[in-house]
């Protein structure tokens, strides 16, 4: 320790002084070195300087260096605020315009319950129970795709809309969602706009959905990022400028909205029109983009991200990983599972990323944490003697307090 210092303190002693100075041959090598580097850092500060002036996909920047370089430059540097077309600045402001006006709050507000089916319900008398009454504070439509619905519920009659033919994972799932907003959105008394399916079933008391729905300020969209290839990895380049790859989002379709929301999703058809062109199969590669699964998670990341849950009101069973959720049987339906599904508060998002990584969140409601589920998909129509046996019991567990 002592030597250690003493040797530091008489290596300080020796500074190079006049006695031992670089002669002059070395000391030109050093500066001709030291200019170098110095010319060639100011190359590259200036190639980074111009990386940044130029949009990110534009090439000019990348005429100096190679492309690949010019991409890792590109990403290494802080991302630069994108430029808007007018038409997309146009439909921003109608979207800004229609999110300023504060909602109306009604005495006779009602919830759209939106089914969107091939054909018959199954669970219509399930439901029949549910609406029971609780007249003048819903109102139902239904978009029957391939025959007309045989009803076991007079809440059902004559409740279709004009339809269209729907694909699984096409524009044409999105546009009987537009059919149904449509019409619902012209009673002025609905407020809160629910979509589900013939397989879909309530997983609490009117009352209860109505006041978790009413009083909520948003709207129960879902929406992840999934890096893999079913998330991100769908997003088309022919989609910029408009929806950049870092926007890109997923989530299940099954949504309940608060009107302002509803209504701009009638005013947009700048971003509808890049996901009807351009999410579909075969277009970029081997990409198959799912057009239901993304137009309105992807919309919303970008126009109103605090507006939205996050999460669907409405339960699905991802957990045995196959290309569509578990389907629940007679055998599956116990005052258990039920239990089970009223009684979770986290939600769990599965991404394509490696074996299924997930994504679990906590269901918050207004800043409180609450249970996550409305209602459940997907049952299968045998349930439905099951169902309506437990109806009152597992509706009837939790009173709402607000
Ligand atoms: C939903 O996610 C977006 C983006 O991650 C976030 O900004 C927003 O706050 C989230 N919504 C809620 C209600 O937490
Ligand atoms: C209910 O949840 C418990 C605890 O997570 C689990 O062990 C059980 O298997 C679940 N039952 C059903 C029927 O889902
Ligand atoms: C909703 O309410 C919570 C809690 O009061 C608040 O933190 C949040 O900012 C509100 N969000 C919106 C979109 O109004
Ligand atoms: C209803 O549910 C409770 C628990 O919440 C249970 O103890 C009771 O046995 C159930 N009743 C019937 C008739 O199933």
Known sequence: MKAAKRWSVGNLASLPGARNRVPARKRLWI?????????????ITML???????????????????????????????????????????ARVVIREIMSNAP?????????????????????????????????????????????????SHYFTNREIRSDEVVWGRISMVDAERRLLANALRDPANQQFVLLSESCVPLRSFEYIYNY???????????FDDPGQHGSGRHMDHMLPEIPKKYFRKGAQWFTMKRQHAIVIMADSLYYSRFRDYC???????????????????????????????????????????????????????????????????????????MGEEIWMPCMWNGIK???????????????????ELFSNYTRSVSWHL
């Not at 002036?53 to 100096?64: D, F």
């Not at 669970?123 to 007249?135: A, N, P, S, T, V």
């Open 370 to 388: 609450r249970p996550c589920f409305l209602f459940g998909r997907k049952f299968h129509p045998d349930t439905l003697d099951k169902l309506l």
């Open 104 to 152: 109306v709050i009604r005495r006779d507000s009602k919830i759209a319950f939106m089914f969107l089916t091939p054909g018959t319900l199954p669970f219509e008398k399930l439901w029949d129970r549910f609406f029971q009454g609780h007249e003048g504070k819903f109102t139902v439509y239904i978009h029957a795709s391939k025959e007309r619905p045989v009803h076991h």
């Open 31 to 43: 500066i001709m070195a030291l200019s170098l580097i110095i010319m060639t850092l100011s190359l």
């Open 213 to 223: 729905l009413m009083y909520s300020n948003l709207s129960y969209v879902d929406c």
């Open 48 to 90: 980074a300087i111009m990386a940044y002036m130029y949009p990110h996909h534009s090439k000019r920047a990348c005429y100096m260096i190679s492309s690949r370089g010019c991409k890792a430059l590109s990403d290494w540097l802080p991302p630069l605020p994108r430029e808007y077309s007018d038409d997309e600045i146009a």
């Open 280 to 354: 579909g199969p075969g277009i970029e590669n081997n990409k198959n983009c799912i057009a239901d699964e993304h137009y309105l998670p992807t919309f919303f990341h970008m126009l109103d991200p605090s507006g939205i849950s996050n999460w669907s009101v409405t339960q699905v069973d991802w957990s045995e990983r196959q290309w569509h959720p578990k389907t629940y049987m007679p055998e599956d339906v116990t005052h258990e599972l039920l239990n089970n599904l009223t009684s979770s508060e986290t939600v769990v998002h599965v991404t394509s990323v490696g």
